[in-house]
């Protein structure tokens, strides 16, 4: 895995459910559901991590230290070594999982993905930023764009809830499972075939464990 040139710490010191829950096979490390997008895949790793396991209808692992998904703006580097847990999917759908992190380091960082390819995709989830869990949305077309906002104190699990519709992404979120707030809307690409599922990565730590838990995708928006 690259290590970053220069690290966002580095930098800032220097200047600032419903649906159908995939079933999970640990012997094969691939997912299967019921019902799927048009052309959905296998799950398949971008990047994995050196420790992770499949219980059920969760994905429990370890992001290794120095992995981050960024490009370009602000700070100038380009990294693509994050964890990413995706199956390929066509059309419109609806994808969610609840997400479970011991966050301790600055940027450590688990939620969902939607990606075309290095150049063009979206995460969005918690990023741990001055001690506290934000919600954060990073959608990149070339060049990366970055949006937080502070959760509340205590927040032990967040639910995430992205909807393709078209080139369009709409993001939730929920504290609960159920009551979800719509965190952004945004353009990512018209290509017919995306990766999505669960992202995570430790730009600036040792790592640190997180926990997926039914993650869905399902057709339709």
């Known amino acids: 895995m690259r290590s970053l040139p ?11 459910f419903t649906g159908v829950t995939l079933a999970l096979s640990s012997s094969s490390g691939n997912a299967t559901q019921a019902h799927s997008p048009s052309g959905a895949t296998a799950a398949a790793w971008l990047n ?8 059920e209808s969760s994905l429990i692992c370890s992001a290794d230290p120095k992995t981050d998904f960024w490009r370009k703006t602000f700070y100038g580097y380009i990294t ?35 990606r075309v390819d290095a150049e063009n995709w979206m995460k969005c989830g918690i990023e741990f930023v001055d001690s506290h869990q934000n919600m954060s949305i990073v959608y990149t077309r070339d060049f ?3 949006v937080t906002g502070r959760l509340p104190d205590g927040t032990s699990s967040l639910w995430l809830k992205a909807v393709r ?33 669960p992202m995570f990565a430790a730009p600036e730590g040792k790592g640190f464990e997180v926990r997926f838990d039914d993650w869905t995708l399902e057709p339709g928006s």
Do not use: C
């Open 80 to 114: 693509d070594n994050g964890h990413f847990y995706y199956r390929r999917a066509s059309g419109d759908f609806t994808t969610t999982v609840k997400v479970s992190g011991q966050y301790q380091d600055l940027y450590d960082q688990a939620g969902l993905m939607v």
């Open 48 to 55: 994995p991590p050196k420790r992770w396991k499949l219980e």
């Open 165 to 197: 519709k078209g080139p369009a992404l709409d993001i939730f979120h929920s504290l609960d499972g159920r009551n979800f707030v719509e965190s952004g809307v945004g353009y990512l690409s018209e290509a017919k075939s995306v990766m999505v599922g």
């Open 144 to 146: 990366s764009s970055w």
């Open 6 to 16: 220069l690290t966002r710490r580095a930098f800032l010191r220097s200047s600032a």
